[in-house]
């Protein structure tokens, strides 16, 4: 009997990202529970509920992709929103009022799941959501983190939050909290993390088998399916790919296309500008082989450890001061032995930039490596420039092969 082939990992993954929409379309119909979400809050509550979960930031990224954004940010702003909230903010509020997008559509939730570990905008952004729709909102406040490691209280103040968002899903629902299937699910999602961490870091290899702008699209599954087996099942047969690539001296582009310089992006990309921002780096030989995404998304813990599940969230990247961001991007550079950094001054989000100019200047400080800052947004296309864009690149390229040639003369 002939083998079945292997469906590509793109394939796997346009599958996934197509039935998550489907299937919360689906349920909302049927009268099911449907929760928004933000991107990193503890998932494996409402999997453990078998509550369907859809993520604004990502439907967000999807509209923008789509080039689609403006008409929902003019709403927005149409209803007194600033133009200096952030964008997926503003794009999420004019999706509540139109509740129709091209890119996909999603069903409004029955409650919100807001978690502030990866900014403050969203306290006050879901917080309106819920008064305007009438639902509940579970709220998991995080504080920052102004110490280099996250402190014992702040863990405790996690795990006490858990523990009430369960009692919240309870009386929402109108069901027990199962806590073996909780344990199955923590299992599943350490597995799912650990594996989208192991396909990213086969990135380390000469030349890279990853065109780092993939981690931008297999990024929407880490969001909505680290705690599936479908989530696992997808990054692990990225890895194989990449794997395989790799064992071949393979590159990320088509042969002959040489991978000159290797350099790792900081920052949200600008969704309305995927071709322009991609191929300004890839039409001068320069490959984006990593970014700060990966660890965001690998919350590991022990199975069973609430207070490991507490302080795992707790730790994310976003959520950390100054100088653990500068140590991140210090051992980036050094585990993918890149030539430089690529710094995406994104105007929606205002705790990264605030401080973007200093990690600049001590990562070159330390490290050697060679760095560009771009002006841009992740889904209002009014903040970016094309040619101020490749202008900026086309300095940046100079001074990685300014710094090449030096190290060649010793």
Not at 120 to 131: F, G, I, M, P, Q
Not at 145 to 172: C, F, S
Not at 175 to 191: A, G, I, L, P, Y
Request: aromatic share 10%; hydrophobic share 35%.
């Amino acid at each position: 009997m002939e083998q079945k082939e292997k469906i590509s990992s793109k394939e796997m993954l346009n599958n996934l990202m197509a039935n998550h929409y489907k299937s919360a379309m689906e349920a909302k119909a049927n009268g099911e529970l449907v929760a928004w979400s933000t991107s990193i809050a503890p998932q494996e509550l409402l999997e453990t509920m078998d509550i369907k979960v859809v993520y604004p930031e990502n439907h967000a990224a999807a509209i923008g992709a789509r080039k689609e954004a403006q008409k929902f940010i003019d709403d927005a702003e149409g209803r007194g929103y600033s133009i200096d909230l952030c964008s997926y903010a503003r794009v999420n509020i004019g999706y509540k009022n139109i509740q129709y997008a091209d890119a996909e559509n999603i069903p409004l939730p029955d409650f919100i799941f807001s978690c502030d570990n990866i900014c403050h905008t969203v306290l006050k952004w879901y917080e309106n959501l819920a008064k305007d729709l009438n639902i509940p909102l579970i709220v998991f406040d995080m504080p920052f983190n102004h110490t280099y490691d996250v402190p014992d209280h702040a863990v405790k103040y996690m795990k006490g939050q858990i523990e009430e968002a369960i009692k919240r899903l309870e009386k929402i629902s109108g069901k027990k909290f199962d806590h073996d299937r909780f344990r199955e699910v923590m299992e599943q999602s350490n597995k799912t993390s650990q594996m989208w961490k192991d396909a990213s870091m086969v990135a380390k290899a000469k030349p890279s088998p990853l065109n780092g702008f993939d981690l931008f699209n297999y990024m929407a599954a880490i969001v909505t399916s680290r705690g599936t087996k479908e989530g696992y099942e997808l990054f692990k047969r990225w890895k194989e790919e990449l794997e395989e690539k790799a064992a071949a001296g393979l590159g990320p582009w088509k042969p002959g296309e040489e991978e000159k310089f290797r350099v790792m992006w900081d920052g949200i990309a600008c969704w309305p500008y995927l071709g322009p921002t991609y191929k300004g780096l890839k039409n001068n030989g320069i490959n984006m082989v990593t970014s700060t995404y990966p660890d965001s998304w690998t919350i590991l813990y022990e199975t069973g450890d609430v207070d490991g599940m507490a302080r795992a969230y707790s730790s994310n990247y976003v959520n950390r001061n100054l100088n653990y961001g500068v140590d991140n991007i210090v051992n980036l550079i050094n585990e993918f032995s890149l030539d430089g950094v690529v710094f995406h001054s994104n105007r929606s989000c205002k705790l990264m930039d605030f401080r973007q100019y200093e990690v600049q200047r001590e990562v070159e400080e330390r490290t050697g490596v060679v760095s560009v800052i771009f002006d841009g947004d992740q889904t209002d296309p009014r903040a970016f420039s094309t040619e101020q864009y490749n202008t900026r690149i086309q300095a940046f390229l100079e001074m990685l092969e300014n710094r090449k040639e030096e190290r060649r003369k010793g």
